[in-house]
């Protein structure tokens, strides 16, 4: 079975600093999705950025960034010059066949 | 585009009620999703359905739990009999069935089961 390992329950950051979300996941699949999704207190979930497992090079989206690493099968998000609204929790997933496997979560803080 | 509707935002129920749950799917969506997020368990896929028709009910709780699909702009999930561990934030999420599968989520119904 499909699993998503998110190992860090909490991180911090200086507003305007970088900072790195860690994800694992686990599959025997060579075509599939990974995403990450924001979600804010409001707890609305948000797509922040999609990788393609075909695609060698990595995702980006504005000030956030993917590195991808098939191999390892390790998908992390770089937040760069991070912003008090990027606090939230970050959640990674696998999709494969039309479903979204979740990581538990990083709960993101950012600091003034 | 309103986005993904779902009612209530808020439920608060006694053990034993039924609760109904309903979705609005984004129009042209073809794939909807029936989530429960909890502290314990995190995000969980509890149904999902293609063009109206159950597709994978594997993570459907208990027989307490039923979900339908009578067209493409509504689903609803029912809780019957509603028990207090089933206190969640349930979420409805659709998409377009190709191989992205990008899923947009609703806002989410907080249900509270005293």
């Known amino acids: 079975a499909q699993t998503v390992t998110q190992s860090q329950p909490e991180m911090s950051v200086q507003e305007a600093e970088t900072v790195t979300l860690s994800c694992t996941y686990d599959?025997?699949?060579?075509?599939?999705?990974l995403f990450w999704y924001k979600q804010p207190p409001s707890r609305q979930m948000i797509l922040v950025i999609r990788?393609?497992?075909?695609?060698?090079q990595n995702a980006t989206e504005n000030r956030f960034s993917v590195n991808f690493q098939k191999a390892a099968k390790s998908f992390s998000l770089k937040i760069s010059d991070s912003q008090l609204g990027d606090a939230a929790m970050y959640f990674c997933?696998?999709?494969?066949?039309?479903?979204?496997?979740f990581g538990q979560g990083t709960e993101l803080s950012v600091k003034p | 585009d309103a986005g993904v509707i779902q009612s209530p935002r808020h439920e608060v129920t006694e053990m034993g009620q039924e609760v109904t749950l309903r979705c609005k799917p984004i129009?042209?969506?073809?794939?909807l999703f029936w989530y429960r997020q909890t502290m314990m368990r995190g995000l969980e896929l509890l149904i999902y359905?293609?063009?109206?028709?159950?597709?994978?009910d594997s993570g459907m709780p208990e027989d307490r739990f039923s979900a339908k699909m009578p067209n493409a702009s509504f689903s609803t999930l029912k809780i019957q009999p509603s028990e207090p561990r089933d206190s969640a934030v349930y979420f409805c999420?659709?998409?377009?069935?190709?191989?992205?599968?990008?899923?947009?989520f609703g806002p989410g119904t907080r249900l509270t089961v005293l």
């Open positions: 990788q393609e497992a075909y695609k060698q």
């Open positions: 129009s042209g969506h073809n794939s």
């Open positions: 359905f293609n063009n109206n028709v159950p597709i994978d």
């Open positions: 997933a696998y999709n494969q066949g039309g479903k979204l496997i």
């Open positions: 599959t025997s699949e060579s075509d599939y999705y």
């Open positions: 999420a659709s998409s377009l069935r190709r191989k992205d599968n990008e899923q947009f």
